[in-house]
């Protein structure tokens, strides 16, 4: 068993092959229907789990506009929105970047 194991040290995680996300942001958009090339609003996008499952889903052709107050955990999506490859991911707002 590998209780203690370190996933985000691995050659895979740095690569952007997987995202580490808590259940909840999963949960949240299991019950919604997205449809591939939509435009969707993250308005409480924090550091991304939601909004990367989300650009996902809507595929190159969606786009997911990212906002949250806290311009941290914005910061925090744009590495994870660069090193997952999402190209449609627009973090809106104040101190967007």
């Keep these: 068993m590998l209780a203690d194991a370190d996933v985000t040290s691995t050659r895979a995680y740095r690569e952007g ?3 580490v996300q808590d259940l909840g942001s999963q949960l949240v958009l299991a ?4 449809a591939p090339g939509g ?21 190159l052709g969606g786009r ?3 906002f949250d107050v806290r311009p941290e955990a914005l ?4 590495v994870r ?3 997952g490859g999402f190209a449609n991911i627009k973090r809106a707002g104040a101190n967007s970047g």
């Design 17 to 19: 092959r997987f995202e």
């Design 75 to 78: 910061a925090e999506l744009r």
């Design 64 to 66: 997911v506009d990212a």
């Design 81 to 83: 929105a660069r090193r």
């Design 39 to 59: 435009r969707w609003l993250d308005a409480c996008a924090g550091a991304g789990g939601k909004t990367l499952q989300l650009a996902g889903l809507l595929g």
């Design 31 to 34: 019950g919604a229907s997205i």
